[in-house]
């Protein structure tokens, strides 16, 4: 059992008033909140340390930079994999942007995403089709939310190089099979990419276990700054991956006829890179491990199951993939309101929800909507909190009826 008191104690923001209620955060799919050890890392990053990286003999710039490459290590001992192996990056989007403008994939190749993709997972492959006569295929969504696993084979042809699927859907919380889309899309050679984006904060990552090329994720939503990321790419990768940017802090040597590259991670790491993300990103993730993963995934169930229980008692709500197998994420809809309206209402009553089409826009299609309301949970929501929620959610579709 976690101590939810105690973790919310470390929350500054979660003692604000929002239109003069206590906040009950349920956006955390979208972003999570920072623990004061996080804010502290970085304050007393730039209180103590500040200096450019990698670069300087002085002193401020040998801490700074033993501060970052420690936190390379805490990544990589997070999802089980060795620090040459991350890269840090400015989030989901942009590791999805590197490995997808990298891969050097012959002209005319396929690609498989499926049909709940988050569009940072959909649009730099359409770019890599448009600009190389490529074609993006798609494994589509059941109405129960779940993909169709046994369509994958039917889908890969000789021109097939790449699957690029999400762990955990943003807005459904459905955990898809990934062990089991890796394993065939190994069969036939593929390189796999698995956005971790929402999977990161819920479960524990043992890259090596998962058997992909490429896990990525966003710092920001798990209790770490925004524009952090880290693309971690099995070391195979590590200098066989194409350069779609470069600058300083990546050479070995340069002149104007011919640049030597190091050859770790470092090479995809052009330019000053966000020095105090990455240190709190470390402090975020140490924070995670001091409460314990599985601790904070099994008190999120409980948050889910009593959410999804208590939302199934009421007529007018309709939940979509409304199985319990899935992470701390339920996207309803109120019958005959719209979601931005429930949203809006929920928020004269200090609880935050994501509306809309939620990056998801071929999902909405395939559900015919124009949007869902998401309540996604973090470790330090409570039950509580969930029966405020059910509370004013009663009373907006009154409102809204
Ligand atoms: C599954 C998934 N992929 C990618 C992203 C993009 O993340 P970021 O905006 O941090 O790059 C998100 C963000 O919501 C997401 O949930």
Excluded at 42 to 67: D, F, K, M, P, Q
Excluded at 78 to 90: K, M
Excluded at 369 to 398: D, H, W
Aim: charged share 20%; proline share 4%; aromatic share 8%.
């Amino acid at each position: 059992m976690i101590d939810v008191n105690k973790i919310r104690a470390d929350f500054p923001i979660l003692n604000r008033k929002v239109n003069g209620k206590p906040l009950v955060y349920f956006d955390n799919g979208a972003t999570t909140q920072k623990p004061k050890q996080v804010i502290d890392a970085i304050v007393n990053y730039y209180s103590e340390h500040n200096a450019n990286i990698h670069r300087g003999v002085h002193t401020l710039s040998r801490e700074a930079t033993e501060l970052f490459e420690e936190a390379r290590k805490t990544v990589s001992k997070f999802i089980g994999a060795e620090a040459e192996e991350i890269v840090f990056t400015a989030g989901t989007t942009d590791s999805i942007n590197i490995v997808a403008a990298g891969l050097d994939l012959p002209v005319g190749s396929e690609i498989i995403i499926t049909e709940m993709e988050h569009h940072s997972n959909i649009l730099p492959w359409q770019l890599w089709c448009e600009k190389n006569e490529g074609k993006l295929k798609v494994i589509p969504v059941e109405v129960d939310g779940t993909l169709d696993i046994g369509l994958l084979e039917s889908l890969i042809t000789p021109q097939t190089k790449v699957l690029a699927v999400t762990h955990v859907s943003n807005t459904l919380g459905v955990i898809n099979p990934v062990d089991a889309l890796i394993k065939i899309a190994k069969q036939y050679g593929l390189i796999v990419l698995v956005d971790g984006a929402q999977s990161i904060p819920h479960m524990k990552i043992d890259v090596r276990e998962l058997g992909a090329d490429f896990y990525v994720f966003s710092g920001h939503k798990v209790y770490a700054p925004t524009g952090t990321g880290v693309l971690w790419m099995n070391k195979q990768w590590v200098g066989k991956l194409k350069l779609s940017r470069s600058g300083g802090g990546t050479i070995k040597t340069v002149s104007f006829d011919k640049t030597d590259y190091v050859e770790g991670a470092l090479r995809y790491e052009p330019g000053t890179p966000n020095i105090e993300g990455v240190l709190g990103l470390a402090s975020a993730l140490k924070y995670v491990n001091e409460i314990g993963i599985e601790k904070i995934a099994k008190h999120e169930h409980t948050l889910l199951k009593y959410a999804t229980e208590r939302l199934n008692e009421i007529p007018e709500v309709e939940i979509y993939a409304n199985h319990l197998e899935k992470a701390a994420v339920i996207s309803f809809n109120v019958k005959g309101a719209h979601p931005f309206d429930v949203g809006t209402l929920l928020d004269k009553y200090g609880i935050a929800v994501r509306t809309g089409h939620h990056c998801t826009q071929p999902l909405m299609a395939r559900y015919k909507i124009p949007g869902t309301v998401r309540a996604s949970f973090a470790m330090y929501n409570t039950l509580e909190e969930i029966n405020i929620f059910i509370e004013a959610l009663q009373k907006s579709i009154k409102m809204l009826s």
